[in-house]
């Protein structure tokens, strides 16, 4: 018998951390019974006055957000991390580790209206979002060592409100994920004398069954080794190394990209889509500026949850928990799908 | 100021698999309009003749499950993992390296009633199952370098039917999580002398701040560096290696011990709590059988997702997927209300 990748179980390698997925592409067809999700609402109002992320309500914490006409920061009123924290004492048991962790955690509204998302704000409007990403960024990339900017969207994302926002954690250290993808890029850069993402870029272009969009500045693809059902990584084409050395043109490239991947996800199974997505790029603050970051290229990941309908998703439960990471269509077909599907118009424009 | 662990931000260690994880303690107090989990139903029927885990149900592939009147074993009908499968072309590819992988996919029904959990199961009734647990055990470890017993509970655990039963995914390979144990366990016997994990019992059982249950046989500790909420871990104390290894006394404080932990997780919310749990011991199959288990020690892990009440869970998204694991109550404060919850009297009994 021949293997075939679409038909067979087996595992593929993820060489930004260097852990292995397991890929069971038979197992879409099992019938589910499980926990159904509640598909987003499309009927928010455009203000509610109960959500202290709209313009002019006051918070919980008895400050009045402010009455924003494009996008607004503000920090967390309850931060997982804060900027002045006592350090914890040395411990020399190699069981009882602790560390300090110092930051700070932001909350970045979108746009003032509660009912809109980013595929159905417009490319300008996109832009603006950016620009403001770019300019937090300049701001805390100066003192932490990472700036991990995330959106978590829909409730099936944990997400707690639905007004457009994202937020910005700020940390004095490498978390896990970053960290392990500086060794492997660092060692991927030392063998190989280029970015393994820019290689990684070239060979899928060339491959294209993995490819969902390709402009001048920006491609989109469901890596080999994606986990979440419907993952995608967004990758600079132009060899950038964080967010804000990129050009008014690359930004601009930027949000309608994102507005059309995003726009593919809605139409997927024509609902608001929930994901959680963030930015990676080479570390900063005073311990990375001097350092080369010749071995990173700049990119956006998407994990979305849902896996067959608006309402059946995927769960990291069990096996996943204990062994490893398992997914059950192939990357090829997921990136298939949203390849066919309509990125241009939105379906409740249709 | 000095650092108090219950109140300023900071990260530690997991000596398993070698990640950090965040502390936020603080983060606790902030209010909640996220998704509700639905409380899980106390009224199912004993016998649901529309479910294919019931006796005498015909399931969707036309095989009719006995009437089975203790526990009953089968095959997944959609297994992730096959025994006979081609085996993938080998690429010299550091980005598209793929595996192969072999196993299989077992169902285990604990008990015939639907209405019945872990909890509300009778010790006796818990030791047909470990003893079920132990014969599926043997008979696949023979063969399978990884076996892994694990139990999804609950729809905000993913798991699509909610009569008693886990599931058994035996691998030809040691996946992720078991193959970052092994390597960590291994090096730390290597410098010490002693299994890690005796060690930790050992200096945890000094401290007890973070002990939930202890007996002769088994402790149950919110392990230091515990990544969900309540999570904890169930520990042989006698250097057991692999859940085969148990004597009939083991078993039965075994059966015991289960049924305190997982009547307190019912009895801290009042609720059927839901968790992924599962087993991790010595690797096995041809290809361990002769290799030293010397750094092992048998435990599961529970991993419930619950936060601060029946409906409100914490989400590992956004800041989690995308940088690292974080928490939001300490692992001592997490112990001492499982410490507190009454562990003798389900909380359908009162
Ligand atoms: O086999 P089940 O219970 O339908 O499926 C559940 O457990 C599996 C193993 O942990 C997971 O891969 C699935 O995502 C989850 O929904
Ligand atoms: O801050 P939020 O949106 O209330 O909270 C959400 O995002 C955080 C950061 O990813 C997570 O730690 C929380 O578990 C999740 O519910």
Redesign the interface.
Known sequence: ?????SE??????N?LNG??V???P??T???????QEKAQKNDLPEFDPTNPLCPGVTR?NGIQTPEYESTYVFEN??????EV?????NSD???????????NCRVMCFHPKSNLTLPTMSAAEIVVVIDEWISQFNELSAKYA?V?I???KG???????PHPHC?I?S?S?L????QLKQERLRA?YATNERP?LA??VE?ELQRQERIVIENRDWVVVVP?WATWPFETMLISRNNNKRINDLTAEQRYNLALTMKELTTKYDNLFQCSFPY?M?W?GAPTGPEHAHASSAHWTLHA?Y?PPLLRSASV???M???E??????RDLTPEQAAQKLREVDGKCHYLEK
């Open positions: 018998m021949q293997f075939v990748a067979h179980p087996h595992r593929r390698l060489p852990q292995w397991l890929v069971c038979h197992r067809q099992r019938p589910w019974s499980g926990q919980p009123d309850f931060p997982a991390l804060v924290v006592p350090v914890p004492p048991d190699p069981l009882f580790q602790i560390a300090p962790a110092r930051g990472w991990q995330f959106e978590n409730a099936a994302m944990g997400c707690s409100n937020q954690w940390c250290f978390p896990t994920e970053p991927y393994m290689d990684y060979r080999f959680s963030g990676h990941i994990y998703r995927k769960f439960v069990g096996f928990l204990l062994a490893m990471a398992q």
